[in-house]
């Protein structure tokens, strides 16, 4: 499966978070570290869902760039 993750660059560290996953977050030093942790999160609580006999949810969530004019 594929989900989409929003990375967020803070002053001092990458948060990515998973829109079709709640409480899926992870934060690292680097982007690359934001993202690969963040795909342990996801492993990790879709294992969980998994556990406790819930269903695999569809990912459903996408993502575009918008370009707008500014003043």
Same mark, same amino acid.
Request: net charge negative.
């Given at each position: 499966?594929?989900?989409? +993750? +929003?990375?967020?660059?803070?002053?001092? &560290?990458?948060?990515?978070? +998973?829109?079709?996953?709640?409480?899926?977050?992870?934060?690292?030093? #680097?982007?690359?570290?934001?993202?690969?942790?963040?795909?342990?999160?996801?492993?990790?609580?879709?294992?969980?869902?998994?556990?406790?006999?819930?269903?695999?949810?569809?990912?459903? &969530?996408?993502?575009?760039?918008?370009?707008?004019? #500014?003043?």
């Amino acid at each position: 499966m594929k989900y989409a +993750v +929003v990375i967020e660059r803070g002053d001092s &560290s990458f948060g990515a978070y +998973v829109p079709d996953l709640p409480g899926c977050v992870a934060v690292g030093e #680097t982007r690359e570290e934001a993202m690969n942790l963040i795909r342990e999160a996801i492993e990790f609580h879709l294992e969980g869902m998994k556990e406790d006999g819930e269903g695999m949810p569809e990912p459903h &969530s996408e993502a575009e760039y918008v370009d707008v004019l #500014t003043a």
